[in-house]
């Protein structure tokens, strides 16, 4: 009887290759569902509570391109330039040097890929660029004059 249960618990193995040994194609054959049985789960195997830690989207993201890239980097200076909350901690948070350096790295870009972006990705560049050093400038003139 023991022996029984074994033997059901046990594996089956299935032969799913496309071409038998001799080279020829199999006959198609459709996949049977493999059938599981629930075990229980130790303390150790359980997963832990995800409190605090952002949802996984169910649907896959949008694929990075240059134009996406771009984006990114400039929703970062907005937020270390305290437009944003930073999502993490959902504070503003002003942090002029980390910002100066993000649009540097723009500009780094422009100059790096000037003659080799398309019509539309150059002008976006171009106006994110304009649009943050704008921003910041303003923001150093405003705190210039408050610390007199």
Partial sequence: MEDDKDERRGFRVTDRRRFAETGEPRPAAEPQPERREPRATT???QPEPSAG????????PEPVN????????????LMHLGEIPNPLTKAVERDLNAAK???????MLREKTRSNLEQDEESLLDSILYDLRMRYVELMRSGTKEGR
């Fill in 43 to 45: 303390a150790a195997e």
């Fill in 53 to 60: 830690r952002p949802k996984v989207p169910s649907e896959p």
């Fill in 66 to 77: 240059f134009s996406t890239f771009l984006l990114g980097l400039s929703t970062q200076v």
């Fill in 101 to 107: 350096h993000v649009i540097d790295i723009l500009g």
